[in-house]
Nanobody
């Protein structure tokens, strides 16, 4: 199994920055993908950014150029640096891992609120 814990959400004014962190424990060696999703009220959960095991990064069009995903060498912590935040970035952000051992694993979510 893989356990995930997010931190770093909060309230920020438009144009500001936040950094989210995800700490993974358990069978982290089996993780294929690590990333971030978000879900706003009444909407479907959507991919924000993702790291593949080969280092390939994917970003949603809405955040490309403003957000950056990174990870540590041990691949048990990853981060989402969010710059130039907009009101439409307001959502609950979830840390995600896809692993051979556990399939999809999710963190508890952290609220990001951007005030106009």
């Amino acid at each position: 199994q893989v356990q995930l814990v997010e931190s770093g959400g909060g309230l920020v004014t438009a144009g500001g920055s936040l950094r989210l962190s995800c700490a993974a424990s358990g069978n982290v060696a089996s993780i294929w993908y690590m990333g971030w999703y978000r879900q706003d009220t009444g909407k479907q959960r959507e991919l924000v950014a993702r790291f593949a095991i080969d280092g390939t990064k994917d970003y949603a069009d809405a955040v490309r150029g403003r957000f950056a995903i990174s990870r540590n060498a041990a691949r048990n912590r990853w981060y989402l640096q969010m710059n130039s935040l907009k009101a439409e970035d307001t959502a609950v952000y979830y840390c995600n891992a896809v692993s051979k051992s556990a399939g999809d694993s999710w963190g508890q979510g952290t609220q990001v609120t951007v005030s106009a």
